[in-house]
């Protein structure tokens, strides 16, 4: 017969206060009939399992509950800081995302600026200026080709008189047919002679009119070798645009490191009538209230001074370390090291060296820089370039600080007046 309580089973040890009973039909323990003072649990086997307390009793032992209470605020201590540490760990990381999406935002700009630049060079036919660059090395002295006529007719009202009647006789020389007897070869040579007597024994190279406009804009304050207090605007544009015409004759489209800028110049705001390259800068300052006088806006004369003064800068010290007879490559990694590199970012780098790189060895930049001169022409001329090139570089960072302060006084005021 079965009773109200379970009797306790065989083995079972003594002074448990509990037993494990089984609620199935049929068990290992056997049916059982369990009284109204137990605790139905789940069991793994069967549908239920009932948990029979010592003396009917609802309520643990008070050892027992405080044992389980310290374990329970010992637990949520853990959970509390595992917690707030895990809070501090996503801020953290929360503030480093933040800042990295920031830079990249900066540099996705930046990438996006040097695409611009890419794809207006591709528009200019990059191939026609590679194969121009390519052409001292393929032929002869005397099949050089000349500046190709769609330059040659944009940029020659910008050269001087002399400049100018050396370029297209230097032209039309080399598309006269060659003689073919000695009467014509006579000829030749004595109307030649007449040419070298009128412009004198020491000839300019195709950077000669770079230099004397260089030199012009310079005046005076060249010639003493001391820093400029301002040069004449005029001249010293044209020399970058015959600057920036000759760069893309040497290769690579180096030009355009100049002519985007010097794009900036010709489109400013800035007062005409002004002569002085720093003076006309400087009637520019209401074109950047667009900004509330905080930065630079971009599509201005006070960036393109800029940035003309960096990459001349860069331009100076390559060709002046070409002049001290080092190759290509050294001059450009010298050159870069000194000046750009401190402005680029990683993409700009990355753009700029691989522009570089297409630049032929020293011998060729030579023989294209020649013309119709002699080589020592053309070392006397790349060491007067070398000079003005200098100081003129070194006035448009000069005058870009001055810019810069200027801009921010003009903040300041800007500020306080509303």
């Not at 917690?83 to 700009?109: C, F, P, Y």
């Amino acid at each position: 017969p079965q009773s109200s309580i379970a009797p306790r089973r065989p083995g079972s040890p003594q002074g448990l206060g509990a037993m494990l009973l089984c609620g199935a039909p049929t068990c290992c323990a056997g049916p059982q009939r369990l009284g109204a003072d137990a605790e139905e649990l789940d069991c793994a086997d069967h549908s239920s399992l009932r948990f029979m307390k010592a003396g009917g009793s609802s309520e643990p032992p008070a050892d027992l509950r405080r044992m389980l209470d310290k374990l329970k605020a010992d637990l949520l201590g853990d959970l509390r800081a595992e917690l707030q540490e895990l809070a501090a760990t996503i801020r953290e990381s929360n503030v480093h995302v933040t800042g990295k999406l920031g830079e990249m935002a900066t540099d996705v700009a930046d990438v996006r600026a040097d695409l611009d630049m890419i794809r207006a060079r591709v528009q200019r036919g990059p191939i026609g200026q590679f194969v121009a660059s390519c052409a001292p090395k393929i032929c002869s002295p005397d099949d050089r080709r000349p500046f190709p006529a769609k330059r040659a007719g944009t940029n020659r009202s910008l050269r001087s008189d002399s400049a100018g009647g050396l370029a297209i006789e230097a032209s039309a020389r080399l598309k006269e047919p060659k003689a073919t007897t000695t009467a014509s070869a006579s000829a030749s040579s004595t109307a030649g002679a007449q040419d070298r007597g009128a412009v004198g024994p020491a000839q300019r190279c195709l950077l000669g009119p770079v230099v004397e406009h260089f030199e012009a804009a310079l005046g005076s304050q060249g010639a003493a070798g001391g820093e400029p207090t301002e040069v004449q605007r005029m001249p010293f544009v044209s020399g970058l645009q015959e600057y920036a015409t000759l760069l893309d004759r040497m290769g690579g489209s180096m030009g355009s490191y100049l002519e985007a800028n010097i794009k900036k110049l010709a489109t400013s705001t800035a007062e005409s009538s002004k002569l002085g390259y720093k003076d006309w800068l400087e009637s520019e300052l209401p074109a950047h209230e667009a900004t509330s006088y905080k930065e630079y806006v971009d599509d201005s004369a006070w960036m393109a001074n800029l940035w003309i003064g960096r990459t001349l800068e860069f331009f100076v010290e390559f060709f002046g370390e070409v002049h001290k007879g080092k190759d290509t490559k050294q001059s450009v990694d010298v050159a870069y090291k000194k000046t750009l590199y401190n402005h680029h970012n990683f993409f700009q780098r990355t753009a700029f060296m691989t522009a570089v790189r297409q630049l032929p060895d020293r011998d060729s930049i030579l023989a294209s820089l020649q013309g119709a001169a002699a080589a020592t022409d053309v070392q006397r001329d790349l060491g007067s370039f070398v000079g003005a090139g200098r100081l003129l570089a070194a006035f448009c960072l000069r005058t870009n600080e001055e810019l810069d302060r200027l801009l921010q006084r003009t903040r300041k005021a800007h500020l306080r007046s509303s």
